[in-house]
C-alpha cells in the first residue's frame, strides 16, 4: 500500500515541477513515507530522520532548504511527537490527506513553520487525485481502503480509518487507462480488499468476485491480483471467480495469523481454524493449482505451547507457496498491547524460529516442485545479468532467463530449469500447448 500511496504523492507533485530524485542527497524534498503496523517499522523512522538533519544542514549551509514531510501512518498515529521530537520536519501528513499535498508544500515553503494534517476528510481522496500513469506492465490499483475489522493485534484501523470502497466504474475507467498505458497486469489493493462493496454502475453493490470478472473484460488486462484478503469475507462470489476467471493468478495470500481457536478469538478474528481449512478446500476445489500464502503472529498474549503446535499443524496441513511470520508486537491504543500474559520475548524468537524453519521448507519444496514445469511468465524488468530479463510466475516467483530485451514487457512461456531459495532459472518454451499450470500447484 505505501509503494501505491508513494507513487500517487508522486503524481501529485508532478505539476508543481518536483520529479523523483535518485537519491535524497541533492533533493529540494524529502518524503519518508511510514509503516506503523510493528514497532520495528516505527521505529525505523526516528533513525531516518536523523540522518535527514545532516542532510538539511549541509544545505541550508549552501545557502539551500531542503523540505522533509514525513508520510504514512507513523505520521498518522503520532505527528505531534514526530514535530516534538523532530522539529526541523516542515510537513507532517497521514493517509488520506495526501491529495492535499501541493498547498502543504507551498504554506511549508512560503510561510515557514510546520504543518500538520492528519485529518480523515469526508470527502475521499480518491476523488481530487490525478488518474494514475503506467509504470511499467505490472500495476497496482487501489479500490479499497480502511479496516472496519478491530482485529485486537492491529493499529491498522485507527491509523487507516474506517473502510470505504470506490465505486466500480472509477475503478474501471483506472483500469482502462492503465492498460493502454501499457499495464497488463494489476494488483487490486486494500487493507480488506475482499470487503470490497463499491457502488456498481448498475446501481447496485459490488462484491470484489464481481469487479474481478468486469476487469477481466478490460481489453489488455492479462492478469489480476488482489491483496490483502480476510477469510471472514472471502464470499462464494469470489470463490467461483478464482474457478472460472482465467486471468485471476492461481496464488492467493490469506492472512490467518494463527491455528489455535482461542487465541484466534482473542485476536477479534472472527473465524475458527475450521472454518480456513473449509475455505482452502472450497478454494483449491474452484481452482486445483492455487498456491497460498499467508501471515502468521507469534507470542500473541497468552500464547501457549499447545496454541503454538496448532498454529504448525495447521501450517503442515494447509502446504504454503510462501509465508510471513512475526513476532507479536504490541502497538499502542490496540487491546492486545494491555493484555496480561504478554509472551516474553526469548521465547518469542524460539517460535519464531521454529515457524520460519516450517515456512522455508514448505516454500523450498514448492519452488523445487515448479522445476520443468512451464509458466506464462510478465517478463518487467532487466535480469541480474546482462542478456536476462527478470519476471513474476503465476505464483509471484522472481524467474529469471536469457531472453531478448525485445521481450521485456511482454509474457511469454517459460519451462523451469532450476529452483534456488529466492527465485528460479528458466528457458523459453517454443511448445506452445497448454501450460501445465492448471492441474496442479508446484509442491
Ligand atoms: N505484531 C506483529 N505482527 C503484526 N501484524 C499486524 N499487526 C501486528 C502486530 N501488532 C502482521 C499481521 C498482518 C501483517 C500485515 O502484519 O500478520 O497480517
Ligand atoms: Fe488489521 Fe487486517 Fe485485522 Fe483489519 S483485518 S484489523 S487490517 S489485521
Not at 6 to 19: F, H, I, K, N, Q
Not at 417 to 430: G, M, P, Q, R, Y
Request: net charge negative; charged share 25%; hydrophobic share 40%.
Amino acid at each position: 500500500m505505501n509503494v501505491y500511496d508513494s507513487a500517487r504523492m508522486a503524481d501529485v507533485l508532478a505539476p508543481l515541477g518536483y520529479a523523483e530524485a535518485a537519491a535524497a542527497d541533492g533533493a529540494d524534498m524529502v518524503i519518508v513515507n511510514t509503516c506503523h503496523i510493528r514497532e520495528h517499522a516505527a521505529e525505523k523512522v526516528f533513525s531516518e530522520l536523523g540522518r535527514l538533519r545532516l542532510l538539511k544542514q549541509a544545505k541550508a549551509e549552501r545557502g539551500g532548504h531542503l523540505i522533509i514531510a514525513v508520510a504514512g501512518c507513523v505520521a498518522q498515529a503520532e505527528g505531534e511527537e514526530i514535530l516534538a521530537r523532530a522539529p526541523f520536519v516542515d510537513i507532517v501528513l497521514g493517509p488520506q490527506t495526501y491529495h492535499r499535498l501541493p498547498e502543504m508544500v507551498a504554506k511549508a515553503s512560503r510561510a515557514g513553520g510546520h504543518v500538520l494534517d492528519t485529518d480523515f476528510p469526508a470527502e475521499p481522496k480518491f476523488d481530487h487525485l490525478p488518474a494514475p500513469t503506467a509504470q511499467g506492465p505490472s500495476t497496482f490499483l487501489s479500490v479499497q481502503e480502511g479496516c472496519d475489522k478491530f482485529c485486537t493485534f492491529c493499529v491498522v484501523p485507527y491509523t487507516r480509518g474506517a473502510e470505504y470502497s470506490r465505486p466500480a466504474a472509477a475503478i474501471l475507467d483506472e483500469a482502462r487507462g492503465l492498460a493502454a498505458g501499457g499495464v497488463r497486469e494489476i494488483t487490486l489493493l486494500g487493507q480488506n480488499v475482499n470487503g470490497y462493496h463499491g457502488d456498481g454502475p448498475d446501481g447496485g453493490a459490488w462484491g470484489l468476485g464481481r469487479l474481478v470478472r468486469a476487469l477481466a473484460d478490460v481489453p489488455g488486462i492479462e492478469r489480476i491480483r488482489y491483496t490483502t484478503s480476510h477469510p471472514r469475507d472471502l464470499d462464494d462470489e469470489l470463490v467461483a471467480a478464482h474457478g472460472e476467471v482465467a486471468k485471476l493468478m492461481p496464488f492467493l495470500h490469506l492472512p490467518v495469523q494463527s491455528g489455535s481457536d482461542r487465541i484466534l478469538a482473542v485476536m477479534n478474528r472472527q473465524h475458527t481454524a475450521e472454518h480456513y481449512r473449509r475455505l482452502v478446500e472450497r478454494l483449491r476445489t474452484a481452482r486445483a493449482d492455487l498456491a497460498l500464502s499467508s501471515d502468521f503472529i507469534v507470542g500473541f498474549p497468552g500464547e501457549t505451547d499447545a496454541d503454538f503446535e496448532a498454529t504448525l499443524r495447521l501450517i503442515r496441513d494447509i502446504g504454503f507457496a510462501q509465508a510471513y511470520s512475526f513476532k507479536y508486537s504490541p502497538r499502542p491504543g490496540t487491546p492486545a498491547a494491555a493484555m496480561a500474559e504478554q509472551v516474553p520475548e526469548a521465547l518469542k524468537e524460539e517460535r519464531l524460529a521454529a515457524i520460519h524453519e516450517l515456512i522455508g521448507a514448505q516454500a523450498k519444496a514448492f519452488n523445487g516442485g515448479c522445476v520443468g514445469r512451464r509458466f506464462d511468465v510478465l517478463l518487467d524488468r532487466p535480469g541480474r545479468h546482462a542478456g536476462q530479463l527478470l519476471g513474476r510466475s503465476p505464483y509471484m516467483q522472481s524467474v529469471y532467463a536469457s531472453l531478448p530485451e525485445t521481450m521485456l514487457n511482454t509474457v511469454q512461456r517459460l519451462r523451469v530449469v532450476e529452483a534456488h531459495a529466492n527465485s528460479l532459472a528458466a528457458v523459453l518454451d517454443t511448445d506452445m500447448g497448454e501450460t501445465d499450470i492448471g492441474e496442479r500447484a508446484c509442491a
